[in-house]
C-alpha cells in the first residue's frame, strides 16, 4: 500500500469518527427508538466502508486506472 492511501485512510477515519460522535450526541437529543438508532449507525458504518474502497481505488494502487 503506498503512503497516500495510509494518510488519506488516517485522515478520514478521524474525520468519520468526529462527525460519527457529533452525530451520536445530536441523535441523543432526539426521541428515536432503538431500532431506527441501529439504522442509522448501520448505514454510517456501510458508508465508511464504502469511502475507504473508494480511497483505496484512488490511492491504494498506482492510480484509477
Known amino acids: 500500500m ?9 485522515i478520514y ?10 452525530k451520536d450526541i445530536i441523535i441523543r437529543g432526539q426521541n428515536i427508538s432503538p431500532d431506527i438508532r441501529e439504522k442509522i449507525n448501520k448505514r454510517w458504518l456501510i458508508s465508511t466502508a464504502i469511502g ?7 490511492y491504494g494502487r498506482a492510480g484509477p486506472f
Open 2 to 10: 503506498s503512503q497516500s492511501f495510509i494518510i488519506s485512510a488516517v
Open 13 to 22: 477515519l478521524i474525520v468519520m469518527v468526529t462527525f460519527h460522535i457529533v
Open 52 to 58: 475507504l474502497v473508494i480511497l483505496y481505488l484512488l
